[in-house]
């Protein structure tokens, strides 16, 4: 028996994918005082010198930086409320189903779910105005200590972990507690990889971008065109002239019309009608014609 895999999932990567900057400088570093400079030079030491992992790196920086001043997670969660996104972001969340699928998609069963997979603070994000939208974020937490205060990484998503987290997508299993490697047979996932959509904007998205090729499914590499050092777009055009890690790379603007837009909604509809064809074939192999007089 098979489930239905009627589900269309389109997954972020957060930082100058959905964002111009890293969300630490948006609004973590302005509200504890925190010179950005400083802070990421003391990462690079971390890395650099004593080979920590780049995420463990900042967020032993984060407390050693925040040793006397640590804040609680709901107070964190509050910061993210000022996060800011690139052109038609969060709008297209809501507008992408609105104006694609059609009444025989909807008609199947045929919907767009939303997630993002990000190396950044989760409850961060949780506290924006992106929550509403998606379905699932996946991010750093930190524990909290006796007094209620950060106090230890609970969990830690690298740029290789991250892909952990589309089989987490592809399998259902969202929450931490179900063990993703379970096996799980391809009939009964319900949100094939031929089912979804990656947005990432650079290297550290390669293991993404290496799984969804893999497995049948799309991505896209994003650049800010505002950057006149042209190093985002750099970064993109390496993956897809020289690296061959995606196919489309597109500027970083959301909104209806835009380059980017159109790629994703014509890989959404593409899916969809496929979807539909499917189903339509299958229902069809299914038919036993009625007996001849």
Known sequence: MSTSQNTIAVVYDYD??????????????????????????????????????????????????????????????????DLSFYPGVPEIFTELGESLLT???????????HYIISSGLKVLLEGSRLKGYVKAI????????????????????SHTTKTQYLFRINKGMLEPGEDVNDHMPPE??????????????GPTDVPCFTVMRRYGGQAIAVYDSGDESRKSFKKCYQLCARADRVKHIAPSDYRRGSHLRLLLEEMII?????????RKAELADRKVAAPEY
């Open 16 to 81: 100058q994918t959905l964002s111009p900057g890293y969300m630490q400088d948006a609004v973590l570093f302005p509200a504890f005082g925190i010179d950005a400079k400083a802070f990421w030079k003391r990462c690079a030491v971390l890395v650099d010198e004593d080979a920590y992992d780049n995420e463990l790196a900042y967020m032993k920086a984060m407390l050693d930086y925040l040793a006397m001043d640590r804040p609680s997670n709901a107070e964190l969660k509050k910061l993210g409320g």
């Open 103 to 113: 009444p025989s998609h909807q008609a199947l069963g045929i919907r767009i779910e």
């Open 138 to 157: 996946f991010g750093c937490e930190f524990a909290e200590n006796a007094q209620g205060r950060i106090d230890f990484p609970k969990r830690v998503i």
């Open 188 to 201: 009964l996932r319900p949100i094939p990889f031929t089912n979804m959509i990656y947005l990432g904007d």
């Open 270 to 278: 593409e899916i969809a009608d496929r979807i539909l064809a499917d």
